[in-house]
């Protein structure tokens, strides 16, 4: 059997589609015809899950290398905070926050921890936001 020919001739019958779609019963659907409508108990296995966390992550991480001059020397746990909060809001987004990068790159944790929740993202996601800023507060 080849699978390769399976893949193609799937790939050509179910389309592609990068965001949720109504298939042709009016069901949920993404990428290659694969159901994610809980009225007909879709959804996507943990193990793509874990592909799409791990392949975000990567992302995140790139970017904020390219964007952060000194992303790699920074403490690890500074690394983390930024990467969870890029994750979240997207890395345009953790670049906004100017005053907290400024005060990580003078290396003042306390300061950079105070700005990080004085936010608008604090006030939305406020324990998440407490737990990121901690680990600024007390890196290195």
């Known amino acids: 059997m080849n699978i390769e020919e399976i893949l193609e001739a799937l ?10 779609y109504d298939d042709s019963l009016g069901y949920k659907t993404i990428g290659y015809g694969f159901l994610v409508d809980e009225k007909k108990s879709g959804g996507i296995p943990k193990e793509v899950g874990e592909f799409w966390l791990r392949y975000n992550v990567d992302g995140v991480i790139n970017n904020l ?4 001059k000194n992303f790699a020397d920074m403490p690890e746990d500074i690394q983390h905070a930024l990467v969870n909060m890029a994750y979240q809001m997207g890395t345009t987004g953790l670049l906004s926050f100017k005053k907290m990068l400024a005060a990580i790159e003078a290396k003042n944790y306390e300061l950079a921890a105070h700005e990080a929740l004085d936010s608008r993202w604090a006030t939305q996601t406020p ?9 600024i507060r007390y890196a290195g």
Do not use: T
């Open 127 to 135: 324990n998440r936001a407490q737990r990121i800023a901690n680990m």
């Open 65 to 68: 290398r390219r964007n952060l």
């Open 11 to 20: 790939r050509k019958d179910e389309g592609w589609s990068a965001f949720v």
